[in-house]
């Protein structure tokens, strides 16, 4: 059967658009944010700046913390007491509708929490994070890891 003009499936690309970004490469990377002296009942605010040069795909994440400064051991290694609110400054959407216990949203070094569905953050956007130390130790050092990979795009 023959064709005739206004017969054919509409394309989602329009004439003239550009061609969409290619991946030219992906490396593995950890973003990282550090709250030092963390005292009981406080909060802080901190966020990491997503580079310019590619987007980040988070897709396991980590914790950890220090009490006094002391040696940790593997089998006292601390489970702080500590929520957490994360937000993404390129959507404006929060990861979760409350404040979470750290433990439950990170894993420790050796068995990070792997994400459900990896969160993209676009480049030059910040990740938000807000913690609250809700026990009663004061924690000398707290780092939020979020191990993923960068995309490097072309464009």
Known sequence: ???HLGQFPQSNVSVGAPPPPRVIAEDYYIYSIRFQALTAGATQNGFIQIEADSDFLI???AYASFIGGDAVQVQTQDVPLVTTTIVDTGSGRQLMNAPIPIPSF????RLPYILPTP????K???INVNVF?????DYDNLWLNFEGKKIFTSN
């Open 1 to 3: 059967m023959a064709r």
């Open 59 to 61: 897709q396991k994440l």
């Open 106 to 109: 990170f894993g420790d070094g």
């Open 119 to 122: 969160k993209l953050f676009t």
């Open 124 to 126: 030059n956007s910040r």
């Open 133 to 137: 130390n809700f026990g009663d130790e």
